[in-house]
């Protein structure tokens, strides 16, 4: 090391030791030229300031976080789904405001897809799972389809943003160049990475997951409201004329990326970030609630909400807090970009997650717990919302929307999400008049560039029906 190098690293030390995070550096003895400089760059972009105040609030529960007062909660309003959307003004006229602000240009896709997928145990970035039940296309390629057709009926150029991690960054591009970009052209389509974190134990020290490194994870899905700005995307898409970006989790292949209907509403409204709401299957579903706080629209996780309001019913027997939350949302471009440069707003609140946590043991072996043993910290999007302008809840229905890849078995799984896609493609035959014999047990897939929405289905179809085999699996593309 150069001297300058070696006073480097005692001020670090000395800072870390401060802060009382020495062990970061405890294998620094035996640490290559290399592996200190990149143990250094890493202690280097962490906040330590940052780290205390988390671990004082989130650890040992010193304040500071803002608490829920369940005695005031009470559902947030929301706009319901009607019987007949076609037949109803209000959905009508925002169809036309949407797609007209797709022909014009103003309308971005951004997918985060920075998660680690812990849960269904996929090794490689979630976006490359394969997910249709009969071509096993993958979700990155569902979405690349979705988005081409609508370019297509759109006739704009509708970018498509991804937020990918210091994980997952370089396997994500390489799988886009592998597939050519799915024909999107790769100067349409962005990559950029989202911040990171350390993983600390329950006494709040930071983990080594080797001895030159440090355990860091990827700051959670509301990250992406910074990494959007750091990243110049933001800038990007102002100069590129966009106005409205269509932000959708990587997991879920039944999301419509391009909804003219949502974004027409979002706009008609005022609203400067809106949401998607179904009602909950029942009552313990898995889904954050829509609520409001005073006159706040908040998010209150599934985990959060007191056993009685999820069991709280209205007069006509339905849930009160029904509105469930699917992840999906329209963010005004002007609001994205006022987060990220308000200090008084960018700060989203950090949430707490216990996790199995790879370290290394004192002889330098990295261990894998089976236990939980470290907590990382994560910023969610949805907190953002309470910020928002006339935020918006709009009703959708399960089969258009919603059946993410969550697990490896059983609920919201690889086989469930499957099995609601064939409901849905099955749903969209019959509509055009297909009877499928009772006993018909095969799959059925319809390609997004054959049609990515009921409507467009149905109009292809009756200006070229086709004669299908009704023996066995369906593919139509
Ligand atoms: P999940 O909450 O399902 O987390 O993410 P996950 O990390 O993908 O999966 P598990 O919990 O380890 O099984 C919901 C969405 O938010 C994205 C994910 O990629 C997914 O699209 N996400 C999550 C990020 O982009 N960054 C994160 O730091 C966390």
Redesign the pocket.
């Known amino acids: 090391m150069t001297p300058q190098e070696e006073s480097v690293f005692m001020d670090t030390k000395q800072f870390y030791e401060t802060h009382g995070q020495e062990q970061v550096f405890r294998f620094w003895e035996e640490l290559g030229e290399q592996q200190r400089a990149s143990l250094l760059e890493q202690a280097a972009e962490i906040d330590l300031e940052e780290v205390d105040r988390l671990v004082a609030n989130l650890l040992r529960n010193e304040g500071g976080e803002a608490k829920i007062d369940f005695s005031t909660l009470k559902p947030a309003p929301y706009l319901p789904i009607p019987e007949d959307i076609e037949s109803d003004p209000a959905w009508q006229e925002a169809l036309t405001l949407g797609e007209d602000a797709l022909r014009a240009g103003k309308v971005a896709a951004f997918t ?9 145990g996929y090794d490689g970035p ?1 976006g490359t799972f394969p997910v249709t039940p009969i071509k096993g296309k993958t979700l990155f390629q569902v979405f690349a389809e979705k988005i081409q057709a609508g370019r297509l009926k759109y006739q704009a150029t509708i970018p498509w943003y991804v ?1 990918t ?1 210091h994980i997952n960054h370089e396997a994500t591009v390489s799988f886009f160049e592998e597939n050519d970009y799915f024909g999107l052209g790769s100067d349409s389509v962005r990559f950029f990475r ?1 911040g990171r974190m350390p993983a600390v134990d329950f006494e709040g020290r930071i983990i080594l997951e080797g001895k030159d490194r440090i355990a860091m994870s ?4 509301g ?2 409201l910074r990494a959007l700005e750091r990243s110049g995307s933001l800038q990007e898409m102002q100069d590129a004329g966009v106005e409205v970006i269509s932000y959708f ?3 879920n292949p039944l999301v419509r990326p391009i909804d003219p209907h949502f974004i027409g509403f979002h706009l008609k409204s005022g609203s400067t970030m809106s949401s998607k709401m179904l009602p909950k299957a029942y009552e313990k579903e898995k889904l954050g609630h829509f609520c409001l706080q005073g006159d706040k629209t908040v998010i209150v996780e599934y985990s959060d909400m007191p056993d009685e309001l999820c069991a709280a019913r209205d007069a006509d027997g339905q849930l009160s807090f029904r509105a469930g939350s699917i ?1 999906i949302h329209i963010i005004s471009l002007s609001f994205a970009r006022s987060l990220a440069s308000d200090s008084s707003v960018s700060a989203l609140p950090f949430h707490r997650a216990d996790k199995k946590v790879p370290f290394v043991d004192e002889a330098g072996a990295t261990q894998k717990p089976e236990q939980p043993n470290g907590v990382k910290f ?1 910023m969610f999007v949805f907190d953002a919302i309470p910020f928002a302008t006339s935020p918006l809840v709009l009703e959708t229905t399960r089969l258009d929307d919603f059946s993410p890849v ?1 697990n490896a078995e059983g609920i919201d799984s690889p086989e469930s999400s499957r099995k609601d896609q064939v409901s849905l493609f099955r749903s969209w035959l019959e509509a055009a008049g297909v009877t499928l014999p009772s006993d018909f047990a095969g799959q059925v897939e319809i390609s997004p560039l054959y049609a990515s929405t009921r409507e467009d289905f149905l109009k292809a179809w009756k200006s070229a029906p086709r004669e299908l085999d009704l023996s066995g699996d369906i593919f139509i593309g």
């Open positions: 985060v897809a920075g998660g680690q997928g812990t849960r269904l979630k937020m991690s989202q990827p700051d959670g899905h990250g992406a989790q990587v997991d992840a994560e969550k």
